[in-house]
């Protein structure tokens, strides 16, 4: 039971909302009032106060970390947990789940986290797309290595064209095709090619799914119809049908935080959270959502193909190596020399940081699909066999 | 002879140059008077020698840059491709080789200023000249870059059993007979993907080859890598999508309907044979050849190439295998594993390098996948027969359409069995053995599968049979459908799955409601017509026999009037059914007939007590189980 680690330690805010076990009683009139907890009561109770728990620490974070790699990665790693002590639960309690209505409200979820894979494959794409940026500035950070002999024009002018197309690979797909088309080749191409492809064909990356799909309206569909379950439905469900929202809602959030951090086709972020204030988990993931929705509100950040941290940090790296670019007159004065060394310094760090980070984010959230699509299967075994002997 | 002298004489012009400069910027102004005075003396000839005695005479460099800088602006400005011209492209990359020679070789003493200052002019150039390199080696790859197209691939088949270049056929599609009255055009069939292509003509590969040479040695690889691999990307995507493959999200594939689906899962299946047998091996083999020797490059771009085409591939099959379990479905998706799994060498083979790892996983993971959506749709299939409700009763007790279909079904399935033999197997597929020849096939988890199904079927059919009120009939519908199961079973791949044991068990069960049948049926009927020494008593004899007759004629009519609606599809079933039936009975009736005939006051007027002969029996009896229509085997 994962309960036990969690009762060492001493959780400050297990006295913020009320448990599950209290809420339920609020509900079963009838039940006695020295009431004990059964095993299922306790298992729930625990699963409610491990959400809450993780979520408070994710909250916790300072506005520097808020929607960092690594912060992005907690993130991750909470949902992951969460899901396993989820799955853990249907397991446990396989012959309810087969019930109306908790049946119904299974299959509910079960198609919320369908609608959830293709955010996980957007989301991959999104990272592969961050990685063809990481290229062009791989270019400028050789193109004007500290280590060679000097800085000249022609380095210049090769780091000047790959953070061009950064700048242009960093635009949103819509605009891009117009931008494209002013992009010039040294020698005139219309004479000499077919170009018969459609504007916009030089993109830095094709997306995985089709042209018309759209991130926000599948947050919409993940977030359609999810309302917190009515007296009754606990009651008649033995609970479980906090659980289920309770992952719901997670899942949703999780989804939402990923879209808002990624580049991916039509981000919108104007999914609304309206969770009951006496879910525990509910404050910390109404803040958090608070303070992701103004991070993408604030002027520097509008119009932004994601709210990563670390892409903030190349743009503002990229856009501070292009006006040095284009302000350095030649030959350099050690002044204007130690500021582009300068320059260079901080966008190769930022490199770094992303470079180390992609890679375990990408596995992660292919994992996350994976464990989604096994639950599911393990949850649709469930449904499937009611009374089938173990 | 004459070169000799040359030599002499340069030397000699040198030696001068030396001795009376002493500066160098003196010496270079000798040299310069000394080559517009004889042609013989040009700047390079004797740079060169100077180089050797002394390589401080940045003149030289100076010299060599200018000569170069002439050489590489006039082809950087060029308004057409350089490329197009065999011999200004030979000449462009001479500059570019002596450019680069000139930077390694003065790279060492670069912390002399006038020297460094130079060098920056060279990599001015170095930088220039790549630039236009880079937009050559675009324009290279474009000029060629038809995309794939399949139908065109096999419309020229015969052409292309060993090279298909796609740069000169634009024109030809009309020829394709021309060349050969033995090649006969006909559509061949998508099952051959044994064909090699070259997506590039050779002679643009080896140009882009020499151009990828001196971009990576002028530290330009990254440039390059990007440019092949944007452009071979698009051509791959394209070619994918020509191949009738569209991109669809998880949730799309959810929503299609099933023939949409259908159809898209055959046009997958062709796409995915070409892409891993045609076009990913035609990237390798154009990507090793462009980047030979410079093997890092190579792995990253073949990577970047297929990664976006292989994903597309994969998502549809993964989202396949997420989607509906329905039981109609797993032909299809079988399709669709066979295909990943047969597909499996080529991933392992093509993406062999460490860049294209996860490609390779993921492919192995969606195919595990795929496996796990047939075990779904096999549970999918025992919960519709466990839940299949006993509501209405079979009319006459016949052949039940879960029967048929579970049957049916299942035989089919077993068109599949190794791979279904493979998808069962208890550690999960290994798609190294496909036959699963080490394991005892009858043992095999898949027959574990088969026999429960079966199970579930037969429990299944025994609720229904207690539908029946009368228990003849329940014996008959079980006899029925048990009959049907053994025989589908016995001449199909289910025989060996199933074994022999099992066989006979199932025969012996038929066997069994037969009796059962008979029993509860005929029994009645036959206790009726024994005799015995209290019925014969003289003084009762008449009356009893009278009696006797009476209530078999009466059994006997209710019996053939409710049986005869029943059905028994199977004819030799129907055939024993009745030759049983009548065996037991027309002994039976013959000697009652014979006894009562012999009873002296009824003997007289038999004819007015006895409604049936032995034979009237026997033929009401072969109009048993004819079904309510009348028609043999009749079933709706």
Known sequence: MPATDYQGSSAPFASIGRSILSIRRDHVHSMETNHEATSLELELDSFQKQVTERFHELSSVTGEDLLSLSWIRRLLDAFLCCQEEFRAILFNNKTLISKSPLDRLIAEFFERSVKALDVCNAIRDGIE???????????????????????????????????????????????????????????????????????????????????????????????????????????????LAVPVYTMSSILLFVMWALVAAIPCQDRGLQTHFSIPRQFTWAAPILSLHERIVDESKRRDRRNANGLLKEIHLIEKSARHMTELADSVHFPLTEERESEVRGGVKELGQVCEAMKDGLDPLERQVREVFHRIVRSRTEGLDCLGRPNHPE | MAENGEDKLIAVARHIAKTLGRTETMTDDILQIFSTFDGRFSREKMSDKIDEEDPRSYAVLEHTLKSLDRQISQYVSADQPIWSDLNESAAFLDAIDELLATIRDWDPIAGEKPIAAFLDRADDLLQQAMFRLEDEFRWLIERSGEAFDLNRLYENKTEAAGNFSFDSEDDEDGDVNEDGEDRIPVAHPISDYDIVIDALPSGTISDLHEIAKRMVAAGFEKECAHVYSSCRRDFLEESISRLGLQRLSIEEVQKMAWSELEDEIERWIKGANVALRILFPSERRICDRIFFGLSSAADLSFMEVCRGSTI???????????????????????????????????????????????????????????????????????????????????????????????????????????????????????????????????????????????????????????????????????????????QKVKDSELASLLGDDWIRKHTGKVRQCHVNYQRSSWSKVLAVLKLDSNSLAPNTASKVLKEKLKVFTQYFDEICRSQSTWVVADEQLRMELRISVAGNLSPAYRNFLGRFQNVPELGKHADKYIKYSVEDIEARVNELFQGSSGSVGGRK
């Open chain 2, 312 to 486: 597309q591939l994969l998502n549809f099959a993964d989202a396949v295998a997420i989607g509906s379990r329905s039981p109609e479905r797993l032909f299809k998706i079988l399709d669709v594993f066979e295909t990943l799994r047969d597909l499996m060498p080529e991933f392992e083979a093509v993406f062999s390098d460490q860049y294209c790892a996860v490609l390779r996983n993921e492919a192995a993971t969606i195919w595990k996948r795929l496996g796990e959506a047939i075990r779904g749709i096999f549970m999918e299939l025992e919960n519709l027969i466990r839940r299949d409700p006993a509501k209405a009763a079979v009319p006459g007790g016949g052949l039940h359409p879960i029967t048929r279909y579970v049957m049916n079904y299942l035989r089919a399935a077993c068109g599949s069995r190794q791979t279904l033999e493979q998808v069962f197997e208890d550690n999960g597929p290994d798609y190294r053995n496909p036959d699963g020849t080490d394991r005892p096939l009858s043992s095999s988890s898949l027959s574990v599968q088969i026999t429960w199904i079966m199970e579930l079927l037969e429990s299944n059919l025994e609720a229904k049979s207690k539908m029946y009120r009368d228990t003849a009939l329940s014996s008959v519908f079980l006899m029925n459908n048990g009959r049907y199961i053994v």
């Open chain 1, 129 to 239: 797309q961050i990685r063809q940026w990481q290229k062009h500035l791989d270019i400028v950070l050789v193109a004007l290595d500290p280590h060679q002999r000097m800085l000249g024009e022609g380095q210049f002018r090769r780091a000047k064209k790959a953070l061009t197309d950064l700048a242009i690979g960093m635009l949103d797909e819509k605009d891009s095709g117009s931008v494209l088309q002013h992009r010039n080749r040294s020698f005139g191409r219309n004479n000499t090619t077919k170009d018969h492809r459609p504007p916009g064909h030089f993109r830095s990356l094709s997306w995985s799914v089709s042209r018309s799909w759209s991130a926000a309206k599948q947050l919409q569909a993940i977030g359609n119809n999810l309302a917190a379950p009515r007296g009754n439905e606990i009651t008649a469900t033995n609970g």
